[in-house]
């Protein structure tokens, strides 16, 4: 069969855009499996909450961050909600969301990370125009600094009010979690027992405000480090925990590179997984 001029062409160009194809990221299940977009988009429609792990400088999860949000809320009422707000701000943040105060006052009443103007203005923004309630879910990091010194014991001492802005005492606690022991490991003992317990009251606290505001028919779209949620860990184990019928997605991500390539030591870290490429810009 002969091959006319025009079709050898065609090919060729075919050939080189497509060797020319450099993607930012890939889509990976939790088997490793490349997957759409679309399906993701279609298991979290059936959850219940949703822990959208992240790299805090990596401006890919950052946007599609955003672009599920926006995705899901034309068919879903959702609550969203952030490791980057301490409890303690809940009312700074309120007071953003109502209008009651401009962004140049938020940035002085609230401890807001210093990528927050590129990474989750946006999020909070969409949440404000869309009259979405947002939930500051992390414990006050001075908390944190107490159980890293001192323990969970220390906690005792907080005052009535402080005590709303964290997980109800006593905290449980589970050191033989894998994630709990790999901290350990790879602090070299530095810390001592305490180290991974400061994570966990941070993992507790995120898990209880998300249960405590989550509404029945709402999906709550939680963002956090990756490591609070990996391995179906952390907020997760806590959720679980108190609601063992939870419809839970999470989703991960790995830096790789070679983003079409997928490692098979990342499997079973999440439910999505999304390699981006390792020279990925960083936002900070």
């Given amino acids: 069969m002969r091959i006319s001029i025009t079709s050898l062409l065609f090919l060729f160009f075919t050939t080189f855009i497509f060797s020319q194809n450099k993607p930012a990221y890939k889509l990976y299940n939790e088997n490793g499996s490349k997957v759409s977009y679309k399906k993701m988009i ?8 949703v822990l959208f792990g992240e790299h805090h400088d990596n401006p890919i999860v950052h946007w599609l ?14 609550t969203l909600g952030a490791e980057m707000f301490e409890a303690d701000n809940q009312l700074q943040l309120n007071d953003y969301l109502s209008g009651k105060i401009t962004q140049k006052e938020f940035d002085t009443v609230a401890r807001l990370w210093n990528n927050y103007p590129t990474d989750y203005k ?16 992390n414990v006050p990091r001075d908390f944190a600094s107490k159980v890293y010194k001192n323990g969970f ?22 050191a033989n979690l894998p994630g709990y022991v790999k901290m350990m490991k790879m ?28 509404k029945k028919d709402n999906l709550f779209i939680h963002y956090n480090g990756s490591y609070h ?23 991960s991500v790995v830096e790789s590179e070679n983003v079409k390539k997928f490692d098979k030591e990342n ?13 990925m810009t960083k936002t900070y």
């Fill in 267 to 279: 499997k079973g870290k999440a439910d999505f997984i999304i390699v981006v490429t390792s020279t």
């Fill in 122 to 137: 946006s999020l909070v923004d969409f949440a404000k125009e869309n009259k979405i309630k947002f939930i500051a879910t």
């Fill in 187 to 214: 602090m070299g003992g530095h810390g001592g027992d305490n180290l991974p317990k400061a994570q966990a009251i941070k993992d507790a606290t995120m898990a209880y405000f998300i249960l405590k505001n989550r």
């Fill in 229 to 251: 949620s990996d391995d179906f860990e952390g907020i997760y184990w806590y959720l679980k925990q108190k609601n063992p019928t939870l419809k839970i997605v999470t989703v």
């Fill in 153 to 174: 014991e220390s906690l005792d001492s907080l005052s009535v009010q402080e005590k709303l802005w964290m997980a109800p005492l006593p905290i449980k606690y589970d």
């Fill in 65 to 78: 961050q955003y672009e599920t949000t926006t995705h899901l809320s034309k068919s879903r009422k959702l």
């Fill in 42 to 49: 279609s298991k979290m429609n059936k959850a219940d909450v």
